[in-house]
């Protein structure tokens, strides 16, 4: 009976049980044995792999993070420790891997499968931070953007009691899609992402005016990639003449409940995953593409460049954001 193994690597999010679940229903309908790699690449290496059934993911959808851990690892960037993790799966008979990660993960995946002609590994994007070329989705970015939707509203509610600017700092590590839609679905005023050059002179201008037409309280993302938000916390102290606060929101964008988005999205992902390894793929990343799930190759994935969609910039720009 063919084994396949899934694991977890880089960045938790919310929606990995999801998959998890799927990943054993899915394996076992099919007529073959689910296994966990427990703790990413580590794991992988230590051999902390073990079959997987029904119990193991009983009541774990609505859990965020994921049952079967999750690292990033120095060892497997060399070469024995990567020899040592293929032939912990093949003393287990396992044929096949999927692996929910970055673009990291990936190019780590490659490696793998460059390294053996015996194992089929496909990844499945996964992260906050939705900056993987290739997939317009990653597996956890809808809980995040939920997650910081619930945070700027609440801060939103002080800052107007207040009259006071609120700079708050969103992740997504150097890509600003993150910080660009939370800022124009929570309406901030402004919003600081490396794909849009700022011009604070210009928001300068705007706030003075608005300030003056009754405007009371300023609310402004800025991305974690620019490093600037207590420049612009002080900024807005010193140029706009209004008392500011900063808030860091840091990992809390990374756990919570998956929205069911998420667990959709969770669901899709793992059945091409398993069907591209029944139909023999040696090595891919699924990929949400126009509404489909495609599976496409690494060099395509982890090798290149994400752009933020052009639509999505341009809508910014008419909300303001310059
Ligand atoms: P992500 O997958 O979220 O982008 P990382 O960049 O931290 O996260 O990568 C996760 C793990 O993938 C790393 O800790 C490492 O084990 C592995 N990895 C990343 N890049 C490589 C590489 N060039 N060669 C081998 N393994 C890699
Ligand atoms: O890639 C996901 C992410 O949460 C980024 O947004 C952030 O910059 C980084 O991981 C934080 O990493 P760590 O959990 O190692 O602090």
Redesign the pocket.
């Known amino acids: 009976m063919k084994k396949i193994a899934i694991l977890c ?3 938790d999010v919310s929606g990995m049980n999801a998959a998890l679940k799927r990943f054993v229903e899915y394996t076992l309908d099919k007529g073959m044995k689910p296994y966990f790699v427990e703790n ?2 580590e794991g992988l290496i230590d051999g902390h792999i073990h079959e997987a059934g029904y119990n193991d993911v009983a009541g774990i959808i609505s859990i965020g993070g994921t049952k079967i851990r999750t ?7 060399e070469e024995r420790y ?1 020899k040592k993790a293929l032939e912990n799966l093949r003393s287990q008979g396992i044929s096949g891997l999927v692996i929910l ?8 995946m490659q ?1 793998l499968t460059d390294e053996s002609d015996d194992i089929g590994c496909i990844g499945i994007p ?2 906050i931070d939705n900056d993987i070329a290739g997939t317009e989705y990653c597996l956890g970015v809808d809980t995040a953007l939920n997650g910081i939707r619930v945070a700027i509203d609440a801060i939103r509610d002080t800052a107007s009691s207040f009259g006071r600017a609120f700079v708050i700092e969103v992740m997504g590590r150097e890509c600003g899609y993150l910080a660009l839609v939370s800022a124009l679905t929570s309406g901030a005023e402004m919003c600081l992402i490396p794909e849009i050059p700022y011009d604070l002179q210009a928001y300068k201008e705007d706030f003075i005016r608005e300030k003056s037409e009754g405007r009371s309280y300023f609310i402004a993302v800025v991305s974690e990639a620019m490093k600037h938000t207590e420049k612009i916390a002080g900024w807005f102290e010193k140029e706009i003449g209004i008392e500011s606060r900063m808030t860091v929101l840091g990992h809390i964008q990374r756990g919570g409940i998956p929205t069911v988005h998420d667990r959709l999205m969770a669901f899709n992902f793992v059945t091409a995953a398993v069907d591209a390894l029944i139909g023999g793929d040696r090595s891919a990343v699924v990929c949400y593409d126009n509404g489909i799930f495609v599976c496409k190759g690494i060099e395509e994935v982890a090798f290149k460049a994400y752009h933020i969609d052009e639509g999505l910039l341009r809508l910014g720009r008419e909300f303001g954001f310059k």
Not at 71 to 77: D, M
Not at 101 to 108: C, H, Q
């Open positions: 690597s880089g960045g990413g690449y690292s990033r690892s120095e060892r497997f960037k990567r990660g970055g673009d990291g993960s990936f190019k780590g490696k996964s992260t």
